[in-house]
C-alpha cells in the first residue's frame, strides 16, 4: 500500500474542460531511499480492488495519460510515476550520467518496494520496456503487464548500439537530436499548446489529453514563462541510451504479458513480433491496425480493455 502523506502533502489534479469521464487524481510526492524524490498521481479506490502502477514515455509524464487511466479507476488502485527527470519528480537527472535505462528500472523497482503488494503493470514506449525490466528483476512484485506499443529493438540493432557506445563511437540518433533542439521555453501553457496542436508528434493528440501533457510536464519560471520539466537534454539522453541489450531480461519474466503494438511507426518493427514469440510463446501481441506510436491516445478504449482483460484473467 501507499504510505499516507500528510494532507498539505496531497493536491487533488482539477479536471480539465471537456474532459472524459473518470475520478480526479491526487498528486503526492514520495521519497525512495537511494534514489530521490518522486511525484505520482494516484486515484483513490477501494482497498480491495488490484493495484496498477502506470509508467509513461521518453519526454512524457504521468499527467498524459489521465484520460487513459480516470475511466480504470473504477476497477484498480491507480498509482503513475514520473519517471527520473519527467514531469514533476525531483530526482537527479544528469544528461551525462545517463547509460542505459536500467536506470529508470532500478526507480520503478524501488517504487514496488515501496508499495509493498503485488501490481499489475503498465506502459507506453519507454515505460512498457522499463516495466519489464521490473517485472524481470521482480517477479513477485508484478502480477501481469501490458505494454504498449514499447521499445523493443531487434537483438541486432540493440548490440550493435550497446557495442558501439561502449566503444564510444554511437550512431547519430534522430530521436535524441530532435529532443535536443526542442524548444524548452514558452510565454504561457497555452501558447505552447497553440504551438503543439495538430503538429508533429502530437498530431493525433485529442485536445484534453495535450492539455494534461502541459500541465504535468511544465514547470512556472520567476519570470511568469513556462518551461518543459523535462529538460531538453534530459530527454535526448534518454533517446540516446535506448540501445542496451534487453532480450535476457525478456526472457525472465514470469507473468501474464499482453503486448499492443501500432499499425504505422511501430517500435515492433520487422520481424521483432515473432522473434518475441518465439522467445516467450504464452505472451499476447496483438497489432492495432489504424493506429501509431500513439495508440494510448488514439485508441485508450482498447487499451482499457487490455488491462481489464489481464486483470480478469
Known amino acids: 500500500m501507499i504510505d499516507s ?10 479536471a480539465n474542460a471537456g474532459r472524459s469521464s473518470g475520478p480526479d487524481p491526487v498528486r503526492q510526492t514520495i521519497d525512495l531511499p537511494g534514489h530521490g524524490s518522486f511525484s505520482v498521481l494516484r486515484w483513490e479506490s477501494d482497498a480491495s480492488k ?40 525531483d530526482a537527479e537527472a544528469e544528461p551525462d550520467s545517463l547509460r542505459t535505462w ?4 532500478d526507480d ?13 503493470l503498465s506502459g507506453h514506449s519507454m515505460g512498457g520496456r522499463v516495466a519489464m525490466l521490473a517485472a524481470a528483476a521482480r517477479p513477485g512484485a508484478v502480477r501481469g ?21 561502449r566503444f564510444g563511437r554511437p550512431p547519430p540518433n534522430p530521436l535524441a537530436q530532435g529532443a535536443a533542439r526542442r524548444r524548452a521555453v514558452f510565454g504561457t501553457r497555452q501558447m505552447m499548446f497553440d504551438a503543439y496542436k ?10 484534453p489529453v495535450l492539455r494534461d501533457y502541459i500541465e504535468g510536464g511544465t514547470r512556472d519560471m520567476p519570470n511568469g514563462e513556462v518551461a518543459l520539466s523535462c529538460a531538453p537534454a534530459w530527454e535526448a539522453a534518454t533517446f540516446a541510451s535506448a540501445g542496451h541489450v534487453f532480450w535476457r531480461p525478456l526472457c525472465r519474466v514470469r507473468c501474464p504479458v499482453h503486448v499492443l503494438y501500432a499499425e504505422h511507426e511501430s517500435t515492433l518493427r520487422g520481424d521483432v513480433p ?14 492495432v491496425p489504424g493506429t501509431t506510436h500513439f495508440l494510448p491516445m488514439e485508441r485508450p478504449e482498447l487499451v482499457q480493455e487490455a488491462i481489464r482483460q489481464m486483470a480478469d484473467g
Open 5 to 14: 502523506k500528510e494532507p498539505e502533502q496531497l493536491v487533488r489534479v482539477q
Open 274 to 287: 515473432d522473434l518475441i514469440r518465439e522467445r516467450q510463446p504464452d505472451w499476447r501481441l496483438d497489432l
Open 198 to 207: 495538430g503538429r508533429g508528434a502530437f498530431a493525433t493528440w485529442p485536445d
Open 145 to 165: 503487464l501490458v505494454m504498449i506499443e514499447p521499445v523493443l529493438m531487434h537483438p541486432n540493432v540493440s548490440r550493435l548500439l550497446a557495442t558501439a557506445r
Open 102 to 105: 536500467d536506470t529508470f528500472r
Open 108 to 120: 520503478l523497482v524501488a517504487f514496488l518496494e515501496h508499495l509493498g503488494e503485488p501490481a499489475f
Open 50 to 89: 488490484p493495484l496498477l502502477v502506470f509508467a509513461h514515455a521518453t519526454g512524457f509524464n504521468a499527467g498524459t495519460y489521465r484520460e487513459l487511466l480516470g475511466p480504470l479507476a473504477e476497477r484498480f488502485r491507480i498509482v503513475a510515476l514520473d519517471q527520473r527527470g519527467h514531469g514533476l519528480s
